[in-house]
């Protein structure tokens, strides 16, 4: 670690730095539950009270956002000379260092991070947090997929007399965020943030690149980039999502509905209305341990469709379920999922079969109780005793 390093942030040992940005400073930390991300605020950021006061604001709506799509929020410190924040480690590379050393992505490979990171969103958008610095450095890359990280601190930092520049960076912001301080900035700005950030993971090229910050803020606000070069069905929705007013772009639901293919804003009524054949579960048999592999592979062939098709995989925070089938193919409670945390105890719906994780760290097939055949007789002379005297009172 370099000369002049903290050796501990609170109580958080310090392993190493991470990275430096325009919010702060961000460090790789210890804690007695394992690896944490520890981002300390820049003083300038941090001399405000009003800017203190709303970084704990925002820093406690930020807390609730679902961790299956997001690095979670574990702590944070608002009353140091340099407040901090910590989260949830999450190793691999960011989007921004991939593309740069391997090149773009395409095919299904660029639509699965466009629908992960716009679950993200919608996840951030539905507590109410405004991310306003999201781009490929604030997207991870982890071990079990996408990440979207640093959100709930730009806002916070909006808020110093310190700061006269716009918070975020250049290239990604939408125009509302350049145009002055007096503009609104609300959820259409993450979305054109996002489409920029798609549209750099496509061509390997910032939308709005130039020499200066003064040449970029001009394209931001009057130049459009060219997304020929992006294949369908991303190019007309990263376009619609680059417009410069606001009013005019998709909602972050409309986006995630052109994403997973249905417009509708009620996602069950698109679900396909077919017969399931008998399920046929992947690597699952009647119960398969998650602690001892990776993940578990859930198919449930369909006729005439495709199958429903999820997986559940075992991650530093506990079980991670993900739906392959566009949202469409599992559900919890009635209502289809794209991701979810799974805790001991909760069950899941996928096609016919129902599962539930076990306290053991197990998937196993919950088999629905049948009625006694007993039951079914009595059921049987009640229905004809009733019968009975319905026909009695109508004939007298």
Not at 39 to 53: E, L, M, N, T
Not at 174 to 200: I, K, L, R, S
Request: one cysteine or more; charged letters at 20%.
């Amino acid at each position: 670690m370099d000369t002049g390093e903290p050796r501990h942030i609170g109580p958080y040992e310090v392993l190493g730095r991470l990275g430096v940005g325009g919010q702060g400073t961000v460090y790789l930390g210890q804690s007695e539950a394992g690896r944490v991300a520890i981002k300390v605020i820049h003083a300038q950021g941090a001399a405000d009270p009003r800017a203190r006061r709303r970084f704990a604001d925002e820093v406690s709506i930020a807390s609730r956002v679902p961790r299956a799509y997001t690095a979670m929020i574990i702590d944070a410190a608002i009353d140091r000379d340099q407040p901090y924040i910590v989260s949830e480690y999450v190793e691999g590379p960011s989007l921004q260092k991939l593309v740069d050393n391997h090149g773009p992505l395409s095919g299904p490979a660029l639509e699965r991070l466009a629908t992960y990171t716009a679950t993200a969103l919608a996840a951030i958008h539905g507590v109410g947090v405004v991310h306003r610095d999201l781009k490929p450095a604030n997207v991870i890359i982890g071990p079990d997929g996408p990440r979207v990280v640093d959100f709930g601190v730009a806002r916070a930092l909006e808020a110093t007399a310190v700061i006269t520049t716009p918070v975020g960076t250049p290239g990604y912001l939408a125009p509302e965020q350049v145009v002055g301080a007096d503009a609104e900035v609300g959820f259409p700005a993450d979305v054109h943030a996002w489409a920029a950030t798609m549209y750099f993971a496509a061509t390997g090229r910032m939308p709005f690149a130039g020499s200066n910050v003064a040449v970029i803020i001009n394209r931001v606000l009057n130049e459009t980039p060219d997304v020929a070069v992006i294949s369908e069905p991303l190019r007309s929705l990263i376009a619609d999502c680059l417009a410069k007013d606001p009013a005019r772009r998709p909602t972050t639901m409309e986006l995630l509905g052109r994403l997973v293919g249905h417009q509708s804003e009620n996602v069950q009524a698109t679900v396909p209305r077919t017969r399931i054949l008998s399920a046929v579960v992947g690597t699952l048999k009647e119960t398969t341990t998650l602690g001892s592999g990776p993940a578990a592979d859930i198919v449930i062939h369909g006729e005439g469709i495709a199958p429903a098709h999820a997986t559940v995989r075992k991650v530093s925070a506990g079980y991670r379920l993900h739906d392959h089938s566009s949202g469409l193919g599992t559900f919890i409670d009635g209502s289809p999922v794209l991701y979810a945390t799974l805790r001991p105890g909760d069950r899941f719906t996928i096609g016919t079969a129902v599962l539930r994780l076990t306290e053991a760290g197990a998937l196993e097939r919950v088999r629905l109780g049948r009625m006694p055949a007993a039951r079914w007789w009595l059921l049987l002379l009640l229905a004809a005793a009733v019968a009975l005297l319905v026909y009695v009172a109508v004939t007298g």
